[in-house]
């Protein structure tokens, strides 16, 4: 009943509300991402489905991962079930392809979190609005965070206040580690100049 294993995976809605509530245009996304105007078009529409690369393009473009698109793609549930062998199928990956990375809590929520397998790419620099918390299950990770490197091993966490510009990279092959943040949309952040009484 919770399970969404056969219901099929549709990210056009989320990219749309991603893009307007960024104020963009279908031009400004295709200039950013590398692809056509009609061809994003059929993705918001879901009339066509895009690979792996299109989705992290169109993420890249739109300041946000492919990860939390997919997790904003299915409808919200108030109990969902995310199967461990549904992996390949949400990402469109063959099963030996890596890295791999998968959405454990999926639809419009409060909070969000991603399990990611393998290696990663260590030069790109994550920022996000809300606090996160890095835990790791299997493996090694080294993160550099402030200008300070951490290294965790199985077991350890690493909490991160939104905004912390960080990167991270996997130490030891078949490395997983789970990434718990409080959802994008989400106002938890108080802007600093906001709360100042004038």
């Known amino acids: 009943?919770?399970?969404?294993?056969?219901q099929p995976l549709r990210v056009g809605a989320a990219v749309?509300?991603?893009?307007?509530?960024?104020?963009?245009?279908?031009a400004v996304v295709a200039e950013r991402s590398g692809l056509s105007v009609p061809f994003l078009s059929q993705i918001e529409n879901d009339r066509a489905r895009p690979s792996t690369g299109s989705l992290e393009k169109v993420a890249d473009a739109l300041r946000t991962t492919a990860v939390e698109l997919l997790a904003a793609a299915d409808p919200a549930c108030s109990v969902d079930v995310v199967r461990a062998e549904v992996v390949e199928q949400v990402r469109g990956q063959e099963p030996d392809a890596e890295p791999r990375s998968r959405s454990l809590v999926r639809g419009h929520h409060q909070m969000h979190a991603s399990e990611f397998t393998g290696d990663h790419d260590a030069g790109r620099e994550f920022q996000y609005r809300n606090d996160q918390l890095m835990y790791v299950a299997d493996g090694a990770v080294e993160i550099e965070a402030e200008g300070r490197a951490y290294r965790l091993g199985r077991g350890d966490t690493l909490?991160?206040?939104?905004?912390?510009?960080?990167?991270w990279r996997a130490t030891v092959a078949d490395t997983r580690v789970v990434v718990v943040a409080v959802a994008e949309h989400i106002e938890a952040v108080r802007d600093r100049d906001r709360g100042r009484k004038r």
């Open 1 to 6: 009943m919770g399970d969404h294993k056969e």
């Open 16 to 26: 749309r509300r991603r893009r307007r509530s960024l104020e963009l245009t279908l």
């Open 159 to 167: 909490y991160l206040t939104g905004g912390v510009r960080h990167r």
